[in-house]
């Protein structure tokens, strides 16, 4: 790099071009060489002419040889010559007489020739000279490869489009090309001057005189940015300074800052996608759409829907459409201009109506200059600007072509305002949101039809008894309703079955399937079932379903649309797809206790469902054994076993579905530890309390399962209500027992109810005295109604049948149903138990003797007993 720098304390004048400076210090080291030729031939040429000069005057001596000879003759003739040749001093020159010196006649060829000798040397020593310093300073390059190489660097440095500077050691700037000067603006007299005096940006001149090395350290240079390199150039064999390429990265910048804001974009969509639908809401769904869209494309951003998409219906937008705001993010909702809840009605004109209407985004890039915007609703603009609002873009939420609602993204004065580019992007957003809420909406109404069922299928109100006073709660999953059921069903003898099921699955299917067994309880309980048995029959009832569902799937497996619920190719479809090879409901569970207020026993049994707790009457809480048999459906023919408890009056027992003491969040133990703390906490508190209580501390946020809840605090029949004869054997007991019946009847004040007693009593007795076996009882009970009880010891059922006109007997059980508000038998494992039920207002207009001869002899053909 010596051309580059030359000499220090080198004076010479420079050019002002920097293609001129690098010229004329490529050519250094060849000026040099011309100036040693150059003294080299003036010395050559002096010898020369000192040769001519000498040849010249001998040349005259020659000739003048003649002259000088005459001369010589005259004066050795001349007087005095002798004189003088005799005298004390014979070099004294005589009067009239010239003397040649006999050294000034020389012969001039050996001069000439030692000066053209001489010359010769110092030619050849000179040039060989030259040549050696000349090839060590071009290293070795050819003249010819030099001016080649000189000319390429030369059309490279002001070509390329990077600026370039040379920086000697003590801080000056000897070499600029064009680039450099462009980008930093240099005078033209920059070269050679301190970097200091070229009024630098402090940051680049501070750089640029540290010395250091330097990559790619972008810093401004008045309106643009430079990406500045800084390399020593001592290490590379020439003296102390810098080589410094600046490359101007304004465009770059502004590229990569639009490549940036597009791959910010395209990740916020793919945000957008794993964010927005996470659950089947339809106003989660509208939130996740708000908390995307704030702070990385708006400073606000609002979505209202149509009244109808919240109910699950089928939007219809309009000219004065109604809409709900669903959804803010970006301000506190205590500063919102509108609030979550509220109705709006966009009036004609503005950008959000607009939308609506074209079904196209609208873009509003200056709100406090748009005079359209404005002018339909002037208070409301002027509260948004007041809000320091600049920018707006309405988005319309459309899917399948229908218009869902709308999406408002707006944005303040400090955050710049939006732009046409914006509103691609914008209505993407919207779209996927729009899929996302659309999907929402189809599942609300399948939620909601199925919640519909789900509840008619229920209980609505529980039945009057007075064994027990219940509570009960039920809430769906917020994934889908399933097939969790309860029931409170008064039985015969004052006594109530309490139950609780719990099918598999989720939705319209298990819905319909839970009112079919529930359906199934009812029936099985009116043939006054024990618990084990009814749990038996109920699982036979579930295999069936189980196995004709199959094979219904099996069939329709090979044909039908199976749709794309809930999302096709746009995202939505008319409804649940059909389930090939779907294997029925794959059972279900269910507790089942009866509750006998006289003495205060139950008897329980389950099928693969939780046990139940027990609050005794001094707050324990308790979780009593009860065998578990497998699910419904999947018993394989197992019998059910069966568990006898005994409540005190004002015990409670609690019966629950699986969904209350599991989750995501909690196994088992710990949610029937949850349970028992709470049940501990409200144990003193009536069932409706305690409902609430439990809810309070297991509900988990979002419930994956739904949840059925019964509390029933038991009661006992007064003793004094009840009576109970043992009757023997013996025609003649009758009279007795029905005398002992009719006194019991007038110390309860039912006096009004004798006749048709003696008479459903005589007819009960008697039959169990002629066709039964011992032990033989009768019991009465005043409860709600007056309960007739007559048991023997044999397992032989009456029935009704038509008696002929000349058979004797086969018409007292058809009394007895005539003259009962209801009768039936109920077995146990000593035999079984006739019983009735007549009301205590006397309901039945009160028969006498005739009146039952008069309806006896209605019938010509009545069952016979």
């Not at 580059?4 to 010229?23: K, N, T, V």
């Not at 490549?259 to 910010?264: I, M, P, R, S, T």
């Not at 038991?714 to 004094?720: N, S, W």
């Not at 039936?824 to 494992?829: C, N, S």
Request: charged letters at 25%; one cysteine or more.
């Amino acid at each position: 790099m010596t051309e580059f720098f030359g000499r220090e304390g080198d004076d010479s004048a420079s050019s002002h071009s920097p293609g001129r400076r690098l010229r004329s210090l490529l050519h250094g080291a060849a000026s040099r060489a011309f100036v040693l030729r150059l003294a080299l031939a003036v010395l050559s040429a002096v010898a020369v002419v000192g040769a001519l000069v000498v040849r010249a005057e001998g040349a005259g001596a020659q000739e003048d040889r003649p002259r000088y000879l005459a001369g010589a003759t005259v004066s050795a003739h001349a007087p005095g010559t002798v004189a003088a040749m005799t005298s004390r001093d014979p070099t004294a020159p005589a009067p009239g007489i010239h003397v040649q010196r006999a050294g000034e006649v020389v012969q001039p060829l050996p001069l000439v020739l030692g000066a053209a000798a001489g010359g010769l040397l110092v030619v050849a020593g000179g040039a060989a000279w030259t040549s050696r310093r000349l090839r060590r300073q071009t290293h070795g390059l050819r003249p010819a490869e030099l001016r080649r190489r000189y000319e390429h660097h030369d059309a490279v440095l002001h070509a390329v489009r990077e600026g370039v500077l040379v920086i000697s050691g003590d801080g000056r700037l000897l070499l600029a090309n064009d680039e450099a000067r462009r980008l930093l603006a240099l005078p033209a007299d920059a070269e050679r001057r301190p970097l200091a005096d070229l009024d630098l940006e402090p940051r680049l001149s501070a750089l640029l005189a540290s010395g250091r090395e330097a990559t790619d350290e972008v810093l401004p240079a008045g309106d643009r940015l430079i990406a500045v390199n800084v390399r020593p150039t001592a290490p590379h064999g020439g003296p102390a300074g810098t080589v410094v390429t600046l490359r101007d990265t304004t465009e770059l910048r502004t590229l990569a800052g639009r490549a940036g804001v597009a791959q910010e974009r395209l990740k916020l969509i793919y945000d957008a996608g794993l964010r927005i639908g996470t659950t089947l809401e339809v106003g989660r769904t509208a939130e996740e759409l708000a908390d995307v869209a704030v702070p990385r494309f708006a400073d606000v951003a609002t979505v209202e829907l149509l009244e109808p998409v919240l109910r699950g219906d089928e939007p219809a937008a309009g000219p004065g459409t109604g809409l709900r705001r669903l959804a803010v993010s970006g301000v506190p909702q205590a500063a919102a201009i509108y609030r979550v809840g509220e109705d709006l009605r966009f009036a004609p004109g503005t950008p959000m109506a607009t939308a609506l209407a074209s079904g196209r985004p609208v873009l509003v890039d200056d709100l406090p200059r748009s005079d359209e915007w404005r002018r339909p609703d002037p208070e409301d603009a002027q509260r948004v600007l007041d809000a320091g609002i600049r920018s707006l873009i309405a988005v319309p939420l459309q899917a399948r072509g229908v218009v869902l609602g709308l999406a408002n993204f707006w944005r303040t004065g400090s955050a710049g305002g939006f732009e046409e580019e914006d509103l691609a992007f914008a209505e993407e957003l919207a779209a996927r949101a729009a899929v996302a809420i659309d999907n929402a909406r189809r599942y609300t109404r399948e939620h909601t039809t199925a919640v519909t069922l789900q509840r008619s299928l229920l209980p609505q109100t529980l039945p009057e008894q007075s064994a027990l006073e219940a509570a009960h709660r039920y809430l769906p999953a917020l994934a889908g309703v399933g097939g969790d059921w309860f029931d409170v069903i008064p039985l015969p003898g004052a006594r109530v079955a309490l139950v609780v099921g719990d099918v598999v699955g989720h939705g319209l299917h298990a819905a319909a399937t839970m009112g079919r067994l529930r359906t199934a309880v009812h029936n099985f309980s009116a043939l006054d079932l024990p618990p084990d048995e009814l749990l038996n029959h109920l699982d036979e009832l579930v295999t069936h379903i189980d196995t004709d569902e199959a094979g219904t799937a099996e069939a329709g497996a090979g044909g039908g649309d199976e749709g794309t619920w809930p999302g096709g190719a746009d995202g939505a479809a008319d409804g649940p797809p059909a389930q090939p090879g779907r294997t029925g409901i794959t059972g279900a569970t269910c507790l089942y206790a009866i509750y006998d207020p006289v003495g205060g026993r139950t008897t329980l049994a389950r099928a693969g469902h939780p046990g139940p707790a027990v609050i005794t009457p001094d707050g324990t809480v308790s979780f009593p054994e009860v065998p578990v048999s497998p699910p419904l459906g999947l018993g394989g023919g197992e019998p059910v076993e069966t568990t006898e408890l005994t409540l005190g009056e004002g015990s409670r027992l609690v019966l629950y579905t699986d969904g209350l003491i599991e989750g995501p969040d909690r196994d088992l133990g710990r949610g029937l530890d949850l349970l028992r703390t709470a049940l501990a906490g409200a144990a003193d508190r009536a069932p409706e309390q305690i409902c609430t209580a439990v809810l309070d501390t297991m509900l988990p946020e979002h419930p994956s399962d739904d949840i059925a809840l019964l509390v029933a605090r038991t009661r006992l029949l007064d003793p004094g209500r009840v009576a109970e004869w043992d009757v023997p054997s013996d025609p003649a007991a009758v009279a007795r027992t029905r005398a002992a019946c009719l006194r019991t009847l007038e110390s309860w004040g039912l006096v009004a109810l004798s006749f048709t007693t003696e008479l459903i009593l005589s007819e009960l007795i008697t039959n169990a005295i002629r066709y039964g076996a011992q032990p033989i009882r009768v019991r009465l009970l005043h409860d709600r109604a007056l309960i007739c009880e007559v048991s023997d010891g044999t397992s032989a059922s009456p029935h009704l049948r038509r008696a002929a006109t000349t058979d004797e007997g086969g018409r007292g059980l058809f009394l007895v149903a005539q003259f009962a508000q209801r009768w039936g038998t109920r077995y146990t494992p000593d035999g079984k138990v006739i019983w009735t039920e007549q009301t205590l207002d006397g309901g039945r207009p009160e028969p006498g003797p005739d009146a039952a001869d008069d309806i006896l002899d209605q019938w010509d053909d009545v069952p016979a007993l």
